[in-house]
């Protein structure tokens, strides 16, 4: 047995040698894979083969990681057992690199139980293959069929053991943490974020690329808007570069993380509204997982059978609106998505206020987050569950990397306004973004609301959105809004003050 307790030593190491080791099938392929999970596949009818888990999203409450909990014997007990189970039992081993950028691009490893192929062959689908055999940077050892779920990681060794629940998102995310972490010990910072290009004409008439990032918790329409196309033609256009995990890094340059694939949501996936998101997910290249297909393969993209976390991996060559580029060479603008009534379209914020938005991470819950508290409040650091280390710092680093780089920041409701749900729709956030973009948008300090808002947005009337004309008791309310945030905030004690004073 392995001393993981006492020495911590790295799961690296410890492993069994894919390379060598009699009990491991290493790096077969796609097709080997899907072979392999034949028996747990109903084939949709569109050829793509689909997938129930037992658990069907991740599980947050039994995650540790050795920066933020300080781990006793028991949890490196999960580590030892990992590894013995290992080194004896039928493992399917797969080696597939995160990123492309020079500096910021890692080496991953999933050891998974071979009776479980279907989360080899869904992982593998969403990274790029590796083009030397190279030892890894990361290793994750998934083994769905243990007797507790527990997840345990060890950041600044790059590893983790995921132990009883066989969901594919616990193997992305496992790899997609280490990503956000290590480029804050780079000295910039992962972000839970999408990123796009957009291209216009000048007034000379040249094309000019504008590199925007989306932060926003879930049904605040954060992919919605990543892969839009703004309505843009000719020469002119835009397209997504990464829908879930990037890294901002010191130069400005934001590092993308998924080369060959994304995990993206299928409720309610209708061809008319997404065209390019429908085609690709009823490609036969897609992987569909928990979503309702009749044994006939009939898919209904509409039912919450099995839950309304239904999931497809979709290879981003199927995907219109993606670009092939994964990486953003200079980020210009930042967009916090929210769905906040009492908050405008858009709002511009300075460097300190944009930290702010960055630590509220504010939301309104829906129905496709927690039904049971939908319309409450909702607040996420950086909209990023998967922060390693201190949350304060993340804030401070934020504010540091926007104002060194001179990065515009907004916050974007995507929701309605006031009671009377004046509706704020993609047509108008669309706009929005666009007309950002191109730098047409008028903007004053309004005393009212105490933010910077649009007097001029080209193509729409942005007055008939004005917060407190549909707010009833507009003043107090803001009042009570700015002292939830505060008290919010002063819980990170490592939070600097000029940002606890930017409180809006």
Known sequence: MTDLATSAQSLKTALPNPKEADNVLYNPSLDELRELARGDEITTEFGSPSYVSEERSRNADKTKNAVDAEFDDEDYAYLDAA?????????????????????????????????FARIALAWAKLFEPVADDADPDFVTIQLPEWDEIAVRILPDEGVTAVLGSDYTGEAKKSFLRLH????????????????????????????????????GLSATGKSTLTAHGLWLDGDEEASMLQDDVCALL?????????????????????????????????????????????????????????????????????????DADIDLPEVDQVFFITRNPVMPPVAKLTPEEAAVAFMLGESIETSAGDPSKAGESIRVVGTNPFIIGSKGEE??????????????????????????????????????????????????????TGLTIPTNVPGIDITEFYVPDHVEDFEQKNVDLRGERLAHLTQFDDLDNAILDAVY
């Open 180 to 215: 956000m972490y290590y480029a804050k010990k780079a000295g910039g910072l992962g972000l839970h974020a999408g990123s796009k290009r957009v291209t216009l004409k000048d007034d000379d008439g040249d094309l000019n690329d504008v590199g925007q990032l989306f932060l």
């Open 250 to 322: 010191p130069d400005g340059t934001v590092a993308g993380s998924e080369g060959n694939g994304l995990f993206v949501k299928t409720i309610g996936l209708d061809a008319a509204e997404q065209p390019a998101m429908y085609d690709a997910v009823t490609h036969d290249s897609a992987i569909l997982e928990n979503v309702d297909v009749d044994t006939d393969g009939t898919v209904d993209f509409d039912s919450d059978l099995h839950t309304s976390n239904g999931r497809a991996i979709i290879v981003r060559d199927q995907l219109a609106s993606a």
């Open 395 to 448: 804030g401070n680093r934020f504010r540091e990397l926007v104002s060194d780089l001179g990065v515009e920041c907004y916050v974007l409701n995507t929701g309605h306004i006031g009671a009377n749900a004046q509706d704020i729709g993609v047509t108008e956030s669309v706009t929005i973004l666009r007309e950002i973009a191109r730098g047409t948008v008028d903007w004053e300090r309004d005393e009212q």
């Open 83 to 115: 590894v013995d189970y290992a080194e004896t039992e039928a493992m399917i081993c797969v080696d597939r690199l995160m990123g492309r950028h020079t500096d910021h691009s890692y080496r991953c490893r999933l050891y998974v139980q071979k009776e």
